[in-house]
């Protein structure tokens, strides 16, 4: 899927990584092995729809086996190629290093466009094409773990789940083959919003960061600032929903694949989704709002935040001229092309990389896995324990002062920890602490011109240290 003729995507995260291994001391020879993907399985399945056979193309790139399992989301789109696969498990071996998740990264992609199928239909392509990992071995809780990606969510992850299941009974890991999972089929809670719930984190995290924001030209906090957003799915709305709830940014254009919109004083976004699923799943006439002249003017309005969430290659030497936006924020995947990056790093622009912004949802989908191999849910064990120990300093407390607190205040403060409380801190965390390291990098050396190579940099050292303490076999 690409709107750039000049630079495919797999190009462009390959120039990215040249440029971003000049800036370490790795032996070439390992920088050649992190770089390389190093297995892709690409099936041809046939599937029954109607009363025709149809044959389906579908892969599986398992980009680096450093570590074990390897992870990554699962696409479906029409637009699915060998080599869009192979950048996407590339970018996923980098995220996962970058937030500390011990994975190699993977991805999947079926060639198919799921808006016209019928739920059945999806689900007996969904079942034959893990059927075909299971037959191949690319699939299992400790050799390769799916999750959602663009065009598939908890839904299919469900049908993936049973169908392993299925061919390995008794296997007491098989809920960690896959996650995004609903959470009455082994899911975990805050899953779905991981992904808008990281991008909220990442952007906010910059904002306050004072260095970045003199650089940009502006006030320090996300309070009030002004931000577009491309793509409706899964992370565009969450992180819109939690951006403007607990950032109080002001979206000022939105744009979907049936056109976009704008409006200076600001759009109300949970207000602008209950209207597109009332309205045949259309953005345009939302009340008080102007319709732009096509879906790709929204990525070209004058604003302080652009959010890409939609695909990749939104952003290419074809429109980057017209991009006003001061921080580009990738929640998408491989947005901005590496060619479209040097002309926005030239207009002094801060490119907030993907293998970061939208690494919440491998971070969450880890915490599944972990889940599913403890088969326990997060603070089962000592919610109780926290809350009555918590109860009990409250009581000593009024006992030496003389005085009570509240009942609003001690249920704040008696509160043991439910699992979406830690998958929330647990993501904050990992979002706060990867944005340091980056941040760090990028300031250490002068040379490094963009947030990209500081994040790339940050994870080849992971991956290449791991190289060197693994040795080579034989
Ligand atoms: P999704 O299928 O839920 O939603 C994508 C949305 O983008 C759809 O509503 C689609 O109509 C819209 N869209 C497509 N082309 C568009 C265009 N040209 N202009 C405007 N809108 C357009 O997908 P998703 O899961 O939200 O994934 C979006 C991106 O985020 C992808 O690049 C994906 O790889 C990446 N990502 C997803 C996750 C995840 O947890 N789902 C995690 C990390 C990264």
Not at 150 to 161: D, V
Not at 173 to 183: E, F, L, S
Not at 228 to 234: A, F, H, R, S, T
């Amino acid at each position: 899927m690409s709107n750039n003729k000049t630079q495919s995507f797999l190009a462009s995260v390959n120039q990215n990584f040249d440029k971003a291994a000049g800036f370490t001391d790795i032996p070439k020879g390992i920088l050649e092995q992190i770089k390389v993907c190093n297995a892709v399985y690409e099936i041809k399945f046939p599937v029954r729809i109607g009363d025709q056979i149809e044959v389906i193309n579908a892969f599986r790139a398992q980009h680096s086996h450093h570590r074990l399992p390897t992870k990554g989301g699962i696409r479906y789109n029409e637009h699915v190629d060998k080599e869009e696969v192979e950048a996407l498990a590339a970018l996923m071996t980098y995220k996962c290093a970058i937030v500390d998740v011990p994975f190699g990264g993977a991805k999947g992609g079926v060639k198919i466009n799921p808006r016209i199928y019928t739920e059945e239909q999806l689900e007996r392509i969904t079942r034959r094409y893990t059927t075909e990992l299971i037959r191949k071995n690319f699939i299992g809780p400790g050799i390769d773990v799916p999750a959602p990606d663009y065009g598939t969510g908890p839904r299919e992850m469900a049908w993936i789940y049973d169908t392993y299941l299925t061919f390995k009974v008794g296997d007491i890991d098989a809920a960690g083959c896959v996650t995004g999972k609903p959470i009455n089929q082994n899911g975990i809670r805050g899953r779905n919003e991981a992904t808008g719930r990281g991008v909220f984190y990442g952007l906010r995290e910059l904002c306050d960061t004072e260095d970045a924001m003199k650089k940009v030209g502006l006030s320090k906090g996300l309070q009030g600032k002004k931000v577009v957003i491309q793509g409706l799915g899964n992370v565009g709305s969450f992180t819109g929903n939690i951006m403007q709830d607990e950032g109080d940014i002001r979206i000022i254009g939105v744009s979907e694949y049936e056109g976009a919109i704008y409006s200076e004083n600001g759009i109300n976004f949970s207000e602008l989704l209950k209207y597109r699923s009332q309205n045949n799943g259309s953005i345009i006439g939302f009340p008080g709002s102007q319709t732009l002249p096509s879906r790709e003017a929204a990525l070209e309005l004058d604003c302080d935040i652009l959010i890409p969430a939609a695909l990749e290659n939104q952003i290419t030497i074809a429109n980057a001229a017209q991009i006003k936006a001061k921080i580009i924020g990738e929640a998408a995947n491989g947005p901005v092309s590496a060619e479209a990056e040097e002309i926005l790093l030239k207009k002094g622009a801060l490119i907030v990389p993907d293998m970061y912004l939208n690494a919440g949802g491998v971070t969450v989908s880890y915490f599944e896995w972990l889940k599913n191999l403890s088969h326990m849910r997060f603070g089962r064990m000592e919610k109780r324990f926290d809350s009555n120990t918590y109860s009990n300093f409250v009581g000593l407390i009024e006992k030496l002062t003389s005085k009570s607190i509240g009942e609003r205040e001690r249920e704040f403060l008696t509160r043991g920890a439910d699992e979406i409380d830690l998958v929330r801190s647990g993501l904050e965390e990992t979002m706060v602490t990867s944005f340091q390291q980056i941040w760090e990098t990028y300031q250490k050396n002068s040379k490094i011109d963009g947030l990209r190579s500081a994040a790339f940099v940050a994870a080849l050292e992971k991956i290449s240290n791991d190289y060197a303490n693994l040795g080579i076999f034989p």
